[in-house]
Protein backbone atom coordinates (compact mmCIF):
# COMPACT_ATOMS: atom_id res chain seq x y z
CA UNK A 1 0.00 0.00 0.00
CA UNK A 2 3.20 2.15 0.03
CA UNK A 3 1.93 3.36 -3.29
CA UNK A 4 3.11 7.38 -2.63
CA UNK A 5 6.16 8.49 -2.70
CA UNK A 6 7.54 9.94 0.18
CA UNK A 7 9.40 13.00 0.56
CA UNK A 8 12.14 13.91 3.13
CA UNK A 9 11.62 14.78 6.58
CA UNK A 10 10.04 18.91 6.29
CA UNK A 11 12.59 19.14 9.34
CA UNK A 12 15.77 17.41 8.79
CA UNK A 13 15.69 15.86 5.55
CA UNK A 14 16.10 12.56 6.31
CA UNK A 15 13.89 9.84 4.73
CA UNK A 16 10.85 8.94 5.54
CA UNK A 17 8.83 6.14 5.61
CA UNK A 18 5.19 4.84 6.53
CA UNK A 19 4.70 3.25 9.80
CA UNK A 20 1.90 0.74 10.82
CA UNK A 21 1.56 -0.93 14.68
CA UNK A 22 -1.73 -2.36 13.99
CA UNK A 23 -3.97 -1.59 10.56
CA UNK A 24 -4.62 0.79 7.92
CA UNK A 25 -4.00 3.76 8.01
CA UNK A 26 -0.63 4.59 8.94
CA UNK A 27 1.17 7.24 9.79
CA UNK A 28 4.26 8.73 8.18
CA UNK A 29 7.92 8.50 10.45
CA UNK A 30 11.17 10.21 10.04
CA UNK A 31 14.25 7.42 10.15
CA UNK A 32 16.92 10.56 10.87
CA UNK A 33 14.91 12.48 13.76
CA UNK A 34 11.63 10.84 14.53
CA UNK A 35 9.39 13.47 13.58
CA UNK A 36 5.86 12.15 13.07
CA UNK A 37 3.49 13.18 10.23
CA UNK A 38 -0.04 12.75 9.94
CA UNK A 39 -1.59 10.05 12.06
CA UNK A 40 -5.43 10.90 11.34
CA UNK A 41 -6.89 7.37 11.99
CA UNK A 42 -9.73 8.61 10.29
CA UNK A 43 -9.06 8.83 7.32
CA UNK A 44 -6.66 6.82 4.81
CA UNK A 45 -2.89 5.99 4.62
CA UNK A 46 -2.46 7.96 1.41
CA UNK A 47 -4.43 10.99 2.58
CA UNK A 48 -1.34 10.73 5.12
CA UNK A 49 1.39 10.31 2.37
CA UNK A 50 -0.27 13.52 0.86
CA UNK A 51 -0.35 15.34 3.98
CA UNK A 52 3.36 14.70 4.82
CA UNK A 53 4.21 15.41 1.29
CA UNK A 54 2.58 19.04 1.87
CA UNK A 55 4.81 22.04 1.94
CA UNK A 56 4.39 25.67 2.23
CA UNK A 57 5.04 27.26 -1.20
CA UNK A 58 8.41 28.31 -1.43
CA UNK A 59 7.82 32.30 -1.51
CA UNK A 60 5.69 31.89 2.16
CA UNK A 61 8.97 29.74 3.37
CA UNK A 62 11.19 32.45 2.21
CA UNK A 63 8.85 35.31 3.75
CA UNK A 64 8.82 32.88 7.39
CA UNK A 65 12.95 32.33 6.74
CA UNK A 66 13.34 35.83 6.76
CA UNK A 67 10.99 36.22 9.82
CA UNK A 68 12.86 34.30 12.07
CA UNK A 69 16.58 36.04 10.73
CA UNK A 70 14.44 39.68 11.91
CA UNK A 71 13.64 38.01 14.93
CA UNK A 72 17.09 36.38 16.22
CA UNK A 73 18.72 39.92 14.89
CA UNK A 74 16.50 41.43 17.42
CA UNK A 75 17.06 39.18 20.08
CA UNK A 76 20.77 39.52 19.85
CA UNK A 77 20.42 43.15 19.59
CA UNK A 78 18.17 43.47 23.01
CA UNK A 79 20.56 40.87 24.35
CA UNK A 80 23.20 43.38 23.85
CA UNK A 81 21.36 46.18 25.20
CA UNK A 82 19.72 44.78 28.00
CA UNK A 83 22.89 42.61 29.28
CA UNK A 84 21.49 40.27 32.36
CA UNK A 85 17.98 42.14 32.19
CA UNK A 86 16.55 40.53 29.52
CA UNK A 87 16.86 36.87 30.58
CA UNK A 88 15.68 37.27 33.73
CA UNK A 89 12.59 39.42 33.21
CA UNK A 90 9.57 37.55 33.05
CA UNK A 91 8.03 35.80 29.93
CA UNK A 92 5.55 38.40 29.11
CA UNK A 93 7.94 40.93 29.91
CA UNK A 94 10.12 39.65 27.11
CA UNK A 95 8.02 38.96 24.96
CA UNK A 96 6.06 42.82 24.92
CA UNK A 97 10.12 44.17 24.79
CA UNK A 98 10.35 42.09 21.97
CA UNK A 99 7.23 42.92 20.25
CA UNK A 100 8.08 47.10 20.66
CA UNK A 101 11.47 46.42 19.24
CA UNK A 102 10.54 45.08 16.34
CA UNK A 103 7.76 47.96 15.99
CA UNK A 104 10.95 50.04 16.81
CA UNK A 105 12.73 48.44 14.05
CA UNK A 106 10.38 48.05 11.23
CA UNK A 107 11.01 50.60 8.80
CA UNK A 108 7.88 52.90 8.43
CA UNK A 109 5.52 52.73 5.84
CA UNK A 110 4.68 55.79 4.07
CA UNK A 111 0.80 56.43 3.59
CA UNK A 112 -0.68 55.60 0.85
CA UNK A 113 -0.79 58.68 -2.11
Not at 15 to 39: F, K, L, Q, T
Not at 46 to 54: D, G, H
Not at 63 to 91: D, M, V
Amino acid sequence: MESEKLLPCPFCGGEARYEWHSADPCWIECNACGAVGPNDTHTTTEANAAAWNARAPADLRSALEAELKEARSIIAQLHSALPGTFYTAPLHARARAFLDARAALAPTKEPAA
